[in-house]
T-cell receptor, first 109, second 114 residues
């Protein structure tokens, strides 16, 4: 089983729609969780950290479900600029980040 | 705007060449990382430096040689690379290591080995 698994998508949604996707992780001892976005041929950029209580940043909402070992990302009112690959990142132990393979989102006009 | 810079942006080198990739961070972070990323794959960790000392080497071949001259700079020296080493090389930094702080990535160097 992979350490971090994501639905690769692609999720094709119209502008203004809501899109949500999950990421599951295998190590129950994982402590830190992040969502990064990566545009084609660019570096990953931190979108948000994911806290136990969940957190929201504008149109983006992240949730953590420790019991079921998954995190989620919801994007409301999608913009064309939200088109990207979203990487789920989980700490395996004290030092190593484990990246999911990414979920591709395409927002169409 | 990224506060981690990398040079060069693109590099083409032959298998007998020696070249270096450079990374600089301006955030006062004490941990720096090298990753390799192939197309449509997630980044793979190569090396971790903490307080200018190499703390993690993820079994990387010796043709890749990292160096950390000071807490802001990180180099990756390349020698006798193979075509399969062609990839995007990403530098990242974080506040501390081994604590699980978020990492900030530079724009990367796109390397092609011919």
């Amino acid at each position: 089983r992979k350490e971090v698994e994501q639905d690769p998508g692609p999720f094709n949604v119209p502008e203004g729609a809501t899109v949500a996707f999950n990421c599951t992780y295998s190590n129950s001892a994982s402590q830190s969780f992040f969502w990064y976005r990566q545009d084609c041929r660019k570096e990953p950029k931190l979108l948000m950290s994911v806290y136990s209580s969940g957190n929201e940043d504008g149109r983006f909402t992240a949730q953590l479900n420790r019991a079921s070992q998954y995190i989620s990302l919801l994007i409301r009112d999608s913009k064309l600029s939200d088109s990207a690959t979203y990487l789920c990142v989980v700490t395996l132990d004290d030092y190593k980040l484990s990246f999911g393979a990414g979920t591709t989102v395409t927002v169409r006009a | 705007d990224t506060e981690v810079t990398q040079t060069p942006k693109h590099l083409v080198m032959g298998m007998t060449n020696k070249k270096s990739l450079k990374c600089e961070q301006h955030m006062g972070h004490r941990a720096m990382y090298w990753y390799k990323q192939k197309a449509k794959k997630p980044p793979e960790l190569m090396f971790v430096y903490s307080y200018e000392k190499l703390s993690i080497n993820e079994s990387v071949p010796s043709r890749f040689s990292p160096e950390c001259p000071n807490s802001s700079l990180l180099n990756l020296h390349l020698h006798a690379l193979q075509p399969e080493d062609s990839a995007l090389y990403l530098c990242a930094s974080s506040q501390e290591h081994p604590f699980p702080y978020e990492q900030y990535f530079g724009p990367g160097t796109r390397l092609t080995v011919t």
